[in-house]
């Protein structure tokens, strides 16, 4: 017997794909900068010696997120 | 002026460099440019001369990326 | 009582807002919409020009040792810039473009304050043409001294980074792109963003309230809640008109000082 249509979701998956993406990097930058703030305020001389880090950080944590945006667009089509 | 006090010692040649205010815009300007200039070339590569849908920008992309977060580690990295 | 104001509140208003509000009518010829440059936003242009250049003017009119209270806020506004911005930022050498750097701040400062001031209330930076003009002028001052300063070894200053020499085919486009074409462009969307945006959601806020009453006229506490959310936009704008010519201000100054400075 031919199979029926019952339901039907239409959409993007990209869009889903993305909003899960964005969960990681989100909480990570968030950790990053969490660190800076905590460890300047402990001890206000280290914020100098510290700020590399910061950024650093926040690249590498960053760089996962904006990924997802451009794989959202590379993907939307077929390879 | 007038109830300004003196404008505070610019710093000397051997002072620590300021504070990086700038640090995350010039951040998220090397990450973004980087893959936007990766991934347009890589899409200039896959419609002119690859004919593939989508690789070459992806490719170009990640190396956009990654080139990004290398920057960023070497200009306002220790 | 209520239910006459409720008839006069629930006038017929064009509800959501568009980009097409931002297109205002011209005013001399009342109400024309092709082919008319003096409008409202004209208007607003040259009193911002006007009122600033006849404020300095009169407060610097017979300088006193103790200042008057004109002279005082005149002097004031131009030291923040001046102490806080430009020596803060370049050094020594800032003080050759306080003067730049103080008229940057307060016509952007003037010209988005328009968008809180009643009967004006839409400010022209929310027209990106005008953020447009004042970002490519401070493109073309710093890059016009990084030459000056260093010559043809700008390029390399500026565009080289320290890295090994395999790698820098990859690197100099980045950089390339990221100073000197995501620079200006992000000055001029950062200011006309802010500007737009504002104004969008006190419109939104405004017209929501009568376009609730238009529809049922016992939403008429929710309309009284928006009309409550408008005011505490416009306090919030006012922190936003600051700080973004503040910021504004502050990046051409740091873009000035990376032209200066000396090679790594």
Redesign the interface.
């Known amino acids: 017997m031919p199979s029926t249509l019952l339901a039907e979701v239409v959409g993007s998956t990209a869009a889903i794909g993305y909003g899960l993406a964005a969960i990681g990097p989100g909480i990570g930058v968030g950790l990053v900068f969490a660190a800076y703030i905590q460890s300047t305020a402990r001890q206000p001389e280290a914020?100098?010696i510290t700020?590399?880090?910061?950024?650093?950080g926040?690249?590498?944590v960053?760089?996962l997120a904006?990924?997802a945006i451009?794989?959202g667009f590379?993907?939307a089509?077929?390879? | 002026m007038a109830g300004q006090q003196p404008p505070s010692e610019p710093p000397k040649d051997d002072a620590p460099p300021p504070i990086n205010s700038s640090g995350g815009w010039t951040a998220i300007s090397y990450l973004i440019g980087g893959m936007l200039v990766w991934g347009g070339i890589g899409w200039l590569v896959d419609h002119y001369l690859l004919g593939t849908k989508g690789i070459a920008m992806g490719i170009g992309a990640v190396i956009g990326g990654a080139a990004g977060v290398y920057l960023i580690a070497r200009r306002l990295g220790a | 009582m209520t239910g006459q104001t409720l008839t006069v509140l629930a006038a017929d208003v064009p509800f959501p807002p568009s980009v097409e509000d931002f297109y205002l009518p011209s005013i001399v010829p009342w109400g024309g919409h092709a082919d008319t440059w003096f409008t409202k936003i004209t208007l607003m242009l040259w009193l911002s020009v006007a009122i600033l250049i006849i404020f300095f003017m009169v407060a610097y009119r017979k300088p006193q040792l103790v200042p008057s209270k004109k002279q005082w806020l005149a002097e004031s506004i131009y030291g923040f810039v001046r102490n806080n911005i430009a020596v803060d930022m370049i050094g020594k050498e800032g003080v050759r473009f306080a003067p730049y750097l103080a008229t940057l701040f307060c016509f952007i400062f003037m010209m988005n304050l328009w968008g809180i001031i009643p009967f004006f209330q839409i400010s022209p930076n929310s027209h990106i043409a005008f953020p447009i003009i004042l970002a490519l002028i401070s493109w073309v001052l710093f890059i016009y001294l990084g030459f000056k300063k260093h010559g043809v070894g700008y390029l390399k200053i500026a565009l080289v980074p320290p890295a090994p020499w395999f790698i820098l085919p990859i690197l100099v486009p980045i950089e390339f792109f990221s100073n000197f074409i995501v620079r200006p462009f992000s000055l001029a969307v950062r200011l006309f963003a802010n500007m737009f945006a504002g104004h969008m959601l006190l419109l939104v806020f405004t017209l929501g309230g009568f376009a609730m009453i238009n529809s049922n006229a016992l939403l008429a506490p929710v309309s009284v809640l928006s009309w409550l959310m408008t005011i505490a936009l416009t306090f919030l704008d006012f922190a936003i008109i600051a700080l973004q010519a503040y910021v504004f201000t502050v990046l051409t100054a740091s873009y000035i000082q990376g032209s200066l400075a000396e090679g790594h």
């Open positions: 914020a100098r700020q590399p880090f910061l950024w650093i926040f690249a590498v960053e760089v904006l990924l451009a794989f590379i993907w089509g077929e390879l």
